[in-house]
């Protein structure tokens, strides 16, 4: 949120100069933080980390799991009164938790265009990548209020490393027309 109380904008991060594997852009459930993190409840935010954590260790990046890490190192010095549980620093993705929009959120959504960029440009006609975690989190929460402008576009649900699930896609279009 700036000081005008207005969403952010996205910063779109197209791939550059026909260098299609650059950048896997996908679209996942909930508002700024639970994306990135870090709220209390962080199911949501754990898809996209487990996402992003599947491309790097496809590309030979390997993660420490909790269970590597000396319990004393989880200690924050001078900062006796926080505690940090083997379980905090666990990726555990719940596409079923909560989002975290606000009532102003809400009530007054940005229902941005959505929306494929390429070389900086908007591109038409392309198929925008959707995370299975968006299906799952309208599938257990029927309150969930996902941006209509998906139902004009093209898209694709992604599963694991983007591969695509022609049944999630038919499932989302299906939920999306309701």
């Not at 896997?24 to 996402?51: K, N, S």
């Not at 390997?62 to 620093?89: K, M, Q, W």
């Not at 929009?101 to 440009?121: E, I, L, M």
Request: a negative charge.
């Amino acid at each position: 949120w700036n000081n005008k109380f207005e969403t952010y904008p996205p910063v779109l991060m197209g791939a550059q100069g026909g260098r299609e594997d650059d950048v896997h852009e996908v679209w996942f459930p909930g508002e700024h933080g639970d994306v990135g993190g870090p709220f209390y409840r962080d199911g949501l935010a754990d898809g996209a980390c487990q996402y992003m954590k599947e491309w790097l260790e496809k590309d030979g990046i390997r993660f420490l799991t909790p269970e590597d890490i000396n319990p004393e190192c989880y200690a924050i010095d001078d900062h006796p009164e926080v505690e940090v549980s083997i379980g905090r620093i666990k990726i555990q993705p719940n596409p079923s938790d909560v989002d975290h929009h606000t009532k102003f959120q809400y009530d007054t959504p940005s229902n941005r265009p959505v929306y494929v960029v390429k070389d900086d440009k908007m591109m038409d006609g392309t198929v925008v990548k959707i995370h299975e975690s968006v299906l799952d989190h309208m599938e257990a929460d029927e309150k969930y209020r996902v941006n209509p402008n998906l139902k004009t576009i093209k898209f694709a649900v992604v599963t694991s490393l983007g591969k695509v699930s022609e049944e999630k896609t038919t499932r989302l279009a299906e939920l999306l027309q309701k």
